[in-house]
């Protein structure tokens, strides 16, 4: 199949074929005549395979052919968890409007409220957006909703964990109405919240899983290695940022102080290192991001705040330096890298406060993880050992909602597994309500 058969409109086609691409990827081919049929979606595939112009295009392709709803009020609203990746989105987004006469905004928590209430009274037919800045115009009446023809919800279920689910229900009834589209999109959709959510806001959706979550990504490789505390783990570092050949690379830590602290070790040590986490102001994260994607630095130190979405064509190894509490979000952390064909390493340290981390991700991944070792830095920590042994603990299989609510694993394994160390980090099933990973943007 190629882009020239979903029949899009000649500017359309036009700037694809500027961007060099003939053929779509397996979500475009299946979810671009599905969403330009009329359906709503929820579709998922796996981290760097397009789907940002498998909602792109359609959304496109529907402004251009069909008459407006409303001739004042936005026709697709485009919202997204971080402001970076709206801004990723909004770049994409312009390729294809500039040559048009369609306008169309970026409304991000963090910058001038009254330079943003001036660009929608111009009444732009494309917003991208953070839900929660978006939210507080729309509470003050600075655009109105009936008019919209497309909500496009991209890492739909991470805007549910940064607890962002009021937001979207109040954008949802402000654009209630029969003729309005809605698509959802994520690497991962599977779990209970996300279900229950896409019920209420899509009608009669058409569901589009190329892969699941837990299905290899053949372009990254993974491996693990076992680490007994901090400096363990820094010597690791060191031995790979020694002896790897790696063009860029993406750090995740636990918190924002761990990233503060971790990038100025890098630093001192002479590494080309920039820190991104939520609590600089928004002219710096954007200072930063500009200068990671334009390759002016090597490693970027971050938090969960980078997990998701974004696409940075030169990184090549990501390190788990510590391992995310959300199974979930170790798939798209990795999926910073191996992209679009490309190939990617990574590389995750498991120390005791990791473990629990660890088993949910081999869980949730459904396969065994072994362990790799690098001679001289063998660690002497193997695991901790459940107190109760169950037969293949690794290779059963969590249900959406034993991984996701702690009650209900409870209530559903009759003898739940303890860990012997008390404070070995994250409860393995945590409620998904954010915590101290999350970083949230307004
Ligand atoms: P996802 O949202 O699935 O993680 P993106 O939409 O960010 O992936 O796309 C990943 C990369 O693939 C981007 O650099 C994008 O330009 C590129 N890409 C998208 N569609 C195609 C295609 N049909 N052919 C080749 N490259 C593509
Ligand atoms: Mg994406």
């Given at each position: ?20 691409f ?16 009329g ?14 112009l ?5 959304a ?8 407006a ?12 968890p ?21 306008k ?38 600075h ?5 919209l ?23 949802n ?20 919240q ?60 636990a918190?924002?102080d ?13 590494h ?9 102001n ?52 990795i ?6 064909g ?53 290779s ?23 860990f ?14 954010g ?8």
């Open positions: 199949m190629q882009f020239i058969d979903f029949g899009l409109d000649r500017k359309i086609q036009t700037t694809i074929e500027h961007l060099g003939t053929e779509p990827t397996d979500i475009q081919s299946q979810a671009i005549p599905a969403a330009m049929a359906h709503d979606l929820i579709a998922s595939s796996k981290t760097g395979s397009g789907k940002t498998a909602f792109l295009l359609p496109l392709q529907r402004l251009t052919k069909n008459r709803l409303s001739k004042r009020d936005p026709r697709v609203l485009i919202l997204m971080t402001r970076e990746l709206a801004k990723q989105v909004f770049s994409q987004l312009r390729l294809f409007v500039s040559n048009t006469s369609f169309s905004v970026l409304i991000l928590g963090g910058e001038n409220f009254n330079d943003q209430v001036k660009v929608l009274e111009k009444e732009p037919h494309f917003i991208v957006a953070t839900p929660g800045r978006l939210t507080d115009h729309l509470d003050q009446g655009f109105y909703l009936h008019g023809e497309l909500l496009i919800l991209d890492e739909a279920d991470r805007m549910l964990d940064l607890g962002f689910a009021e937001q979207l229900t109040k954008i009834k402000a654009a209630d109405h029969r003729k309005r589209q809605t698509l959802m999109f994520s690497a991962t959709l599977e779990h209970a996300v279900n229950d959510f896409a019920m209420a806001l899509l009608k009669s959706p058409k569901r589009i899983a190329i892969g699941h979550a837990h299905t290899e990504h053949k372009d990254i490789t993974k491996r693990f290695y076992l680490a007994d505390n901090l400096t363990h783990k820094e010597s690791l570092l060191t031995h790979f940022l020694e002896n790897e050949t790696y063009q860029q690379m993406i750090i995740f830590t918190t924002r761990d990233t503060e602290r971790l990038a100025q070790k890098l630093a001192s040590e002479g080309s290192t920039l820190a991104l986490s939520g609590e600089l928004q002219s710096q994260r954007n200072k930063i991001m500009e200068s990671f994607s334009k390759g002016f630095h090597k490693i970027l130190v971050t938090t969960d705040l980078a997990s998701r979405g974004l696409d940075l064509v030169n990184v090549s190894h990501v390190i788990n330096f510590d391992l995310p509490k959300h199974s979930e979000e170790f798939v798209h952390r999926g910073r890298t191996g992209r679009a490309s190939t990617g390493d990574a590389i995750a340290f498991v120390g005791p406060k990791d473990w629990i981390s660890f088993k949910n991700i081999e869980g949730f991944l459904q396969m065994p993880l072994e362990f790799s070792v690098i001679d001289g830095l063998k660690a002497k920590f193997t695991g901790l050992k459940p107190k109760v042994q169950k037969k293949k603990v690794a059963k299989k969590p249900t959406d909602k034993s991984v996701n609510k702690k009650t209900k694993v409870t209530k559903k394994v009759k003898k739940p597994i303890r012997s160390i008390e404070d070995a980090g994250t409860m393995p099933i945590k409620k998904r309500t915590g101290g990973l999350t970083e949230k943007d307004e």
